[in-house]
């Protein structure tokens, strides 16, 4: 996935954004948070070129689902020892939007669902390597349509409530 993660990210944050009644300062936070979290994930890009390329960046714990169950989790918990529905939402809100980043990656991309216990990868579709770079590669791929949906139904989204707040 190259372009498909922020834009999934706002589509994560708008279903709270648009019911919760949030202060602007509140929105704009949340949607932050999601924007952060729905990139969060290839943080492991780091990782990946500290160790010269030689473990694909997926394999690293930010591509584990379990680690955004912990996230997840401990900030359902931080929330429930301060009774705070606002941090309960920013918590869901960074498991949606970081779920939804792994589930993106799984259309064309290896994520291993089971780790740290099983180093299995799914992936939906193989992108064959028919170019010199791997980036023309994904591009020219059908599954990169995908992305494009992704992006435009976020820019549909975000024209209808710019317009329904005006």
Known sequence: MLIGHIPAGYLAATPVLDRLGLTPRRRRTLLTVALVASVAPD????AFYAT?????????????????????????????????RWIAWLALTIG????????????????????????????LVEVPARYAHWIVSMVLHWTFGVELLVAAVAGAVAWRRRAGAG
């Open 43 to 46: 943080l492991d890009v780091l």
């Open 52 to 84: 010269g390329g030689q473990v694909h960046h997926h394999a690293f714990p930010t591509h584990w689902p379990l680690t955004w169950l912990v996230v997840t989790g401990a900030g359902l918990a931080v929330a429930a020892v301060r009774r705070s």
């Open 96 to 123: 949606a939007a970081a779920f939804l980043h792994l589930s993106l990656d799984s259309i064309a991309g290896a994520v291993r669902w089971g780790a740290p216990f099983s180093d299995h990868e799914t992936t």
